[in-house]
């Protein structure tokens, strides 16, 4: 049932991309002669710096692709400006089973879309692609982009070093006396503390900052949510020892509340979230049955309470700023307590099996309106107990208020 539930989510995200808001928004171009157009540019809050990007000339042209063979810069108003420019830049890894056993960088000559942190007279600029981040750095005075040089690398087996060149390359190109081998100790190759650094620059040279990028430094947000629901249980009891059939127990609808918290992840305009959500969960059903020939009466009975901990991914299609579609996927830790599943003949007991710890999956798709969710989760498949196979399916409707 999964996986009939989870193909009926994947049916509904092409309707989910086109219907959810794709946002262009009031941006400029420059072309390579340096000619400017207003256009509107498609906001993918990129993570990584993108190698093209779509606009459009007014709110009923076509799209358009861009790369960095067509503009040399382009900019989504007061949000993000990026830069063509060809560098030499070093990738060497920063994985420790793979580093570099050489001190100096390994440049290669790229053109690559540079997004700008810092504008005025000292510029900062930056890159990245997955976990590896590179700054770079211009001056009215020297025009061209260099990188600033961190590099870690191991020089022995059992070692581990790190060049800090770029402190001294911006004590070299920057006088300042603000600026001074003390200062660039404490400064780390990290937005917040270089983009600190470079506004101070420009302070010190009485030059205007135009332009500051801080969008990356956004903290992750945290949402907290309480979300009562109705749970629709089963549980199918597989051929067994005890009474060699199939049993499936009563469907049996149950309450329970849960706490969620939600960390939006700052990159891709906050469609991408990391769930947590402890709930309570109890069930209690049984199923009953008379053997044709000797009238013997077999019950099978479940007492089952639970914390259930689903740890999951949430992507979101807005709509708007209040209301927005969302998917879950999720791995669920499962703590039950206090939990029997009980096998009876005539009324007699034959066994009583204590339900323990274990775990599921599980698959949910909601709608977000102001402070408002309603959402529909499937969790299946609880796992082998002793002799006994079983499968566990559990269906919930999810009501949710946003506390913050």
């Not at 309450?255 to 969620?260: N, P, R, S």
């Not at 791995?331 to 003949?345: A, D, G, K, Q």
């Not at 710890?357 to 498949?381: C, H, L, M, Q, S």
């Amino acid at each position: 049932m999964l996986t009939k539930f989870l193909k009926t989510i994947l049916l509904f995200l092409p309707v989910l991309n086109i219907y959810a808001q794709i946002r262009f928004e009031p941006g400029y171009i420059l072309d390579h002669q340096n000619q400017r157009k207003e256009v509107l540019i498609k906001n993918v809050d990129w993570l990584n710096n993108p190698k093209s990007f779509e606009y459009k000339l007014d709110e009923n042209s076509k799209i358009e692709t861009a790369t960095t063979h067509d503009v040399s810069e382009f900019g989504i108003t007061n949000k993000m400006i990026y830069k063509t420019s060809k560098v030499l830049i070093d990738y060497s890894s920063e994985d420790i089973r793979s580093l570099s056993v050489i001190i100096n960088p390994e440049f290669k000559e790229e053109t690559l879309f540079l997004r700008q942190l810092v504008k005025g007279n000292a510029n900062l600029y930056k890159y990245q692609k997955g976990e590896m981040i590179r700054y770079f750095f211009n001056s009215l005075e020297n025009p061209k982009i260099e990188q600033l040089i961190y590099k870690m690398y191991a020089p022995a087996e059992d070692k581990i070093d790190y060049n800090y060149f770029y402190r001294t390359q911006i004590l070299t190109h920057f006088k300042c006396p603000a600026i001074t081998k003390s200062l660039l100790l404490k400064v780390s190759y990290t937005d917040k503390r270089l983009i600190d650094l470079f506004e101070k620059i420009n302070q010190c040279h009485e030059a205007e900052v135009s332009f500051v990028d801080r969008s990356k430094m956004s903290d992750i947000k945290l949402h907290m949510n309480i979300r009562p629901r109705l749970n629709l249980n089963q549980l199918t009891i597989g051929t067994n020892s005890l009474d060699d059939k199939t049993t499936k127990l009563d469907r049996s609808a149950s309450f329970g509340i849960g706490l969620e918290l939600e960390l939006i992840l700052p990159f891709n305009n906050n469609k991408w979230s990391i769930i947590v959500e402890p709930n309570f969960l109890s069930y209690k059903s049984e199923s009953e049955s008379i053997a044709p020939i000797t009238d013997i009466k077999s019950k099978w009975i479940l007492d089952y309470k639970s914390i259930d901990v689903p740890i999951g991914i949430r992507h979101s299609f807005f709509f708007d700023r209040q209301s927005k579609l969302f998917i879950n996927g999720m791995f669920v830790p499962v703590f039950s307590f206090n939990s029997t599943l009980r096998f009876e003949r005539n009324e007699a007991l034959i066994s009583e099996m204590r339900i323990g710890k274990g775990f599921n999956f599980g698959a949910g798709i909601g709608y977000t309106f102001n402070k408002f969710t309603g959402e529909i989760r499937y969790i299946t498949d609880l796992k082998r107990r002793d002799n006994i196979e079983n499968k566990y399916n559990n269906l919930s409707l999810i009501f949710g208020y946003n506390l913050f």
